[in-house]
């Protein structure tokens, strides 16, 4: 488990208005072995490893025999799970996130013959590792990440409107 660090206080201009751009952070450590939380209170991303949570779950069952930082870690991930004053919101997963669609969509956004060239690194094997060495290939990783965090965006304001969070940018 590892507790990321907070976001900054500016995060909040007013009372419960959050910055898109300080909560982006936490999206960006989301992937699909890690679940990311976030303290609304605190304003503390918490991230959970699957690992973290089969070892949450085995102690629930009963097995008591942990050695004392996993002890520690079951106290964060126990006051997650069972939070009844709402101050944790998980953050989209990566099935929310969705990033070989999001590159799917930078693709389609080059000119012929690139974005074929693109498009058909995509739907091979190695994808995500071929995709980033094209991006170096004709010079596009910053064109890229730019997407990306438009993209990413765009999720987290889905993301606040479903959990009634104010944001601006």
Known sequence: MKVKSKVSDNVMNNKDTYQLNDLLEGLEMVSTDAT???????????????DQMRTYETYCDGDNDLLEWEKDMVKIIDVIMNDTLNQYIQLPSSYHIHEHQVMVDFAYTLNDPINRIFLEVLYKKGAFRNFQQKLLDYGLRKKWFSFKRDAYIEILKTWCEENKITYEL
């Open 36 to 50: 990311v939380y976030f303290n609304k209170k605190t304003k503390e991303f918490t991230v959970i490893t699957d």
